[in-house]
């Protein structure tokens, strides 16, 4: 097509805005636009922002300060911010930078095409609304090009909780569910699109509670109607909140054959005093007795967690809670914060802890973890894995896919082809990946 224009769109942050810039993408499509991997053949670039902590949000302003001399160039060239820092700031990124011409909220992404014609005609264009209208269905119109085979699927946006440090909760706003029909069409679509592996997303994505056709459903019960899809193999969730884990997920984990063994369950802390100011509303006590129950149902499950040292007024003694707690439990895989002050969240009001002595435990409790993630992949060497693989290898012949366990795995599977899961043995364990051989 002549007049087929360019789009570079560039993804900060978590998963659910990997999903929304694949959203974008298609919605831009029918506007007249194609993707493109390098900013400078681009006619438009969109950062996909994240607002989690300071440093992230800080790092969109540089880029953007970037990106704002390719205009010299290129005054066709039109900038946009979407995603979480869209939605925190609105205006005010116009005001820093007045080479940005357009403004969109992660829940208005779906109005990108008109607000692009309104960017051409030369206005600037602001969407930071909640509006009513389900974006998702307004998004419909999927391609149906073969895709890979690891995907994700949003089921529950926006979050309830109000944990002290977080802006999840106004920035995604409160928490939603997607339909369970809705969401079984869209994994049924991309099942027929080559996907063999779902990730179904959620900021609290285990307090889904979707329409069914009798009454709401649970996240267990999206996951069995999941696990009816032929061609679908295999099923993830994230992100989870403890007190979300009800029996019948619990239960899943046991007795559901495509729910991969893998459960990221962030504690944030082991000090319940600490735990109790950032009002997680559980204590280190009731996690510990939930991820016995876990390992009930699923002895083999591989656990991640996300931690926060440094939340104000935490002590050496709380981060020692924290240090224990972790000792205990034995992750497989972590996500590991220094403290960064939110404005308008409760915590930013209360005093900051040292920011040495932060460094220090955050440095202390990284290399606690380091440890046991290099412990727990170690121990995979010699055992049976199924992988699901994702791509080529860099040797001729070498592929490399994920483990159950969501291990990197690098073999030789000439005759096998992206898409295919294959059991394998692992031979070797490398820096972040395991070595495997055929079975
Ligand atoms: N400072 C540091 N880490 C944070 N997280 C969320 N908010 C903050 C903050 N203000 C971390 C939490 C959460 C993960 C997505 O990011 O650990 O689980
Ligand atoms: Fe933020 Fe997660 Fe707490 Fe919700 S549960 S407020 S998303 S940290």
Same mark, same amino acid.
């Given at each position: 097509?002549?007049?087929?224009?360019?789009?570079?769109?560039?993804?900060?942050?978590?998963?659910?805005?990997?999903?929304?810039?694949?959203?974008?993408?298609?919605?831009?499509? !029918?506007? !007249?636009?194609?993707?493109?991997?390098?900013?400078?053949?681009?006619?438009?670039?969109?950062?996909?922002?994240?607002?989690?902590?300071?440093?992230?949000?800080?790092?969109?302003?540089?880029?953007?300060?970037r990106m704002k001399a390719l205009k010299t160039d290129r005054p066709?060239? $039109?900038?946009?911010?979407?995603?979480?820092?869209?939605?925190?700031?609105?205006?005010?990124?116009?005001?820093?930078?007045?080479?940005?011409?357009?403004?969109?909220?992660?829940?208005?992404?779906?109005?990108?095409?008109?607000?692009? $014609?309104?960017?051409?005609?030369? $206005? $600037?264009?602001?969407?930071?609304?909640?509006?009513?209208?389900?974006?998702?269905?307004?998004?419909?119109?999927?391609?149906?090009?073969?895709?890979?085979?690891?995907?994700?699927?949003?089921v529950q946006e926006g979050c309830d909780k109000f944990c002290a440090?977080?802006?999840?909760?106004?920035?995604?706003?409160?928490?939603?569910?997607?339909?369970?029909?809705?969401?079984?069409?869209?994994?049924?679509?991309?099942?027929?699109?080559?996907?063999?592996?779902?990730?179904?997303?959620?900021?609290?994505?285990?307090?889904?509670?979707?329409?069914?056709?009798?009454?709401?459903?649970t996240l267990a019960d999206l996951i069995w109607e999941l696990d009816?899809? +032929?061609?679908?193999?295999?099923?993830?969730?994230?992100?989870?909140?403890?007190?979300?884990?009800? +029996?019948?997920?619990?239960?899943?984990? !046991?007795?559901?054959?495509?729910?991969?063994?893998?459960?990221?369950?962030?504690?944030?802390?082991?000090? +319940?005093?600490?735990?109790?100011?950032?009002?997680?509303?559980?204590?280190?006590?009731?996690?510990?007795?939930?991820?016995?129950?876990?390992?009930?149902?699923?002895?083999?499950?591989?656990?991640?967690?996300?931690?926060?040292?440094?939340?104000?007024?935490?002590?050496?003694?709380?981060?020692?809670?924290?240090?224990?707690?972790?000792?205990?439990?034995?992750?497989?895989?972590?996500?590991?914060?220094?403290?960064?002050?939110?404005?308008?969240?409760?915590?930013?009001?209360?005093?900051?802890?040292?920011?040495?002595?932060?460094?220090?435990?955050?440095?202390?409790?990284? !290399?606690?973890?380091?440890?046991?993630?290099?412990?727990?992949?170690?121990?995979?060497?010699?055992?049976?894995?199924?992988?699901?693989?994702?791509?080529?290898?860099?040797?001729?012949?070498?592929?490399?896919?994920?483990?159950?366990?969501?291990?990197?795995?690098?073999?030789?599977?000439?005759?096998?082809?992206?898409?295919?899961?294959?059991?394998?043995?692992?031979?070797?364990?490398?820096?972040?990946?395991?070595?495997?051989?055929?079975?």
């Amino acid at each position: 097509m002549a007049d087929t224009k360019k789009l570079f769109i560039k993804t900060y942050g978590c998963q659910m805005n990997v999903y929304d810039s694949e959203r974008m993408a298609e919605a831009m499509g !029918g506007a !007249g636009y194609e993707a493109t991997e390098t900013p400078e053949d681009a006619d438009m670039i969109l950062l996909n922002t994240c607002h989690i902590r300071e440093k992230a949000a800080e790092k969109v302003y540089s880029e953007l300060g970037r990106m704002k001399a390719l205009k010299t160039d290129r005054p066709n060239l $039109k900038i946009g911010v979407a995603g979480c820092v869209a939605q925190a700031e609105g205006a005010e990124i116009m005001r820093r930078q007045p080479g940005v011409d357009l403004v969109v909220g992660p829940q208005a992404y779906h109005r990108l095409p008109e607000m692009e $014609k309104a960017i051409r005609a030369g $206005k $600037k264009a602001l969407d930071t609304d909640f509006p009513e209208e389900d974006k998702f269905e307004k998004l419909k119109s999927r391609p149906k090009a073969k895709r890979a085979p690891a995907a994700f699927l949003t089921v529950q946006e926006g979050c309830d909780k109000f944990c002290a440090f977080c802006v999840v909760p106004y920035t995604r706003g409160a928490e939603v569910s997607r339909p369970v029909d809705r969401v079984l069409t869209e994994a049924r679509d991309l099942v027929e699109r080559g996907v063999r592996e779902i990730t179904l997303l959620g900021q609290n994505v285990n307090a889904y509670h979707g329409a069914g056709e009798s009454g709401s459903k649970t996240l267990a019960d999206l996951i069995w109607e999941l696990d009816k899809i +032929d061609g679908l193999e295999r099923i993830r969730f994230t992100t989870s909140h403890p007190n979300d884990m009800q +029996d019948d997920l619990i239960e899943a984990h !046991g007795t559901c054959s495509k729910l991969m063994p893998y459960l990221h369950l962030p504690v944030q802390s082991g000090s +319940d005093k600490i735990l109790k100011r950032m009002n997680r509303s559980h204590t280190a006590e009731s996690y510990l007795r939930l991820i016995e129950r876990i390992r009930e149902a699923r002895p083999d499950i591989l656990l991640s967690g996300d931690f926060i040292v440094g939340f104000p007024e935490e002590t050496e003694e709380d981060f020692q809670a924290t240090i224990d707690l972790i000792k205990e439990v034995r992750y497989g895989q972590a996500y590991s914060f220094k403290y960064s002050t939110r404005p308008g969240t409760p915590a930013a009001e209360r005093p900051l802890v040292d920011d040495a002595a932060a460094n220090d435990r955050l440095q202390r409790l990284q !290399g606690l973890l380091t440890e046991q993630q290099r412990d727990i992949q170690n121990s995979m060497v010699g055992r049976e894995v199924s992988v699901l693989l994702e791509r080529a290898g860099r040797d001729a012949g070498q592929m490399v896919g994920k483990s159950e366990y969501l291990h990197s795995v690098h073999l030789d599977a000439a005759g096998h082809q992206i898409g295919d899961v294959v059991r394998v043995k692992v031979i070797e364990s490398k820096t972040n990946s395991l070595k495997g051989e055929l079975l």
